[in-house]
């Protein structure tokens, strides 16, 4: 089975703070996302990747880079955090090797709170 | 710009009945639709994808269709019980992935 891991399940940081949140996955899949998902509004891609130091813009990439410098490894960014960005935050990966409409295999979550 | 609706009201039903969750696109119109369960905590797992040029599909239980002209995928959950509750979330493919909001199914014993 694919695993992906987060490293935090929860998280609280101070408005203007750097973030980062941690993904891996074990399955040399090439393509990682993260989403946020917030209440109301589902989830929202914010940066994914199809290879190593590959990154593109998601739908809400404004407060936010990443970081690709191993295939298993994706991680999200906040510059300086703020409480809109307080949220749970979903790292997920798939292959496309399995064709384009690969399913995505998502983590557990990070809870971020920004105070 | 591409949009997927999902009711966002709490299905409640009886065990033993069919769940039946409604997804709805506008704007594009997807290559195929994934759907999801998600349970509280957890990120969500794959279900179900089925392709535009196909009208059914099913696994065990469960029977998604996709409608192009009325540019909506059905998701059915058959003699449903208390551990299909869940929150559904139904994604569609354009050039991204797009997410419905989920809909909360309960069902009661």
């Known amino acids: 089975d694919v695993k992906v891991t987060q490293s935090s399940r929860y998280l609280v940081k101070r408005t203007g703070e750097k973030v980062f949140l941690e993904c891996v996955q074990d399955?040399?899949?090439?393509?990682m996302f993260w989403y946020r998902q917030d209440p109301g509004l589902g989830l929202r891609l914010i940066y994914f990747?199809?290879?190593?130091?590959?990154?593109e813009k998601g739908d809400i990439p404004e407060g936010y880079s990443v970081s690709r410098e191993k295939k298993e490894r994706f991680s999200l960014i906040l510059e300086s955090a703020s409480t809109n960005q307080t949220s749970m935050y979903l790292c997920?990966?798939?292959?496309?090797?399995?064709?384009?409409?690969?399913?995505?295999?998502f983590g557990n979550g990070t809870r971020l709170t920004v105070t | 710009s591409q949009k997927i609706e999902q009711n966002s009201e709490a299905l409640n039903i009886q065990e033993g009945k069919t769940a039946t969750l409604t997804c709805n696109y506008t704007?594009?119109?997807?290559?195929?639709l994934q759907w999801y369960r998600q349970d509280p905590g957890r990120g969500p797992v794959f279900l179900l994808l089925i392709r535009e040029n196909e009208k059914e599909k099913r696994k065990e239980r469960l029977k998604v269709t996709f409608d192009t002209t009325l540019k909506q995928s059905l998701f059915h959950i058959t003699a449903s019980q208390p551990a299909d509750s869940a929150t559904y979330l139904c994604?569609?493919?354009?050039?991204?992935?797009?997410f419905g909001g989920g809909t909360r199914l309960m069902v009661k014993p």
């Open positions: 997920a990966s798939s292959s496309p090797k399995t064709g384009g409409n690969s399913p995505l295999h």
């Open positions: 990747s199809y290879d190593v130091k590959m990154k």
């Open positions: 704007n594009y119109s997807p290559a195929y």
């Open positions: 399955m040399d899949h090439e393509n």
């Open positions: 994604a569609g493919a354009g050039n991204m992935l797009t």
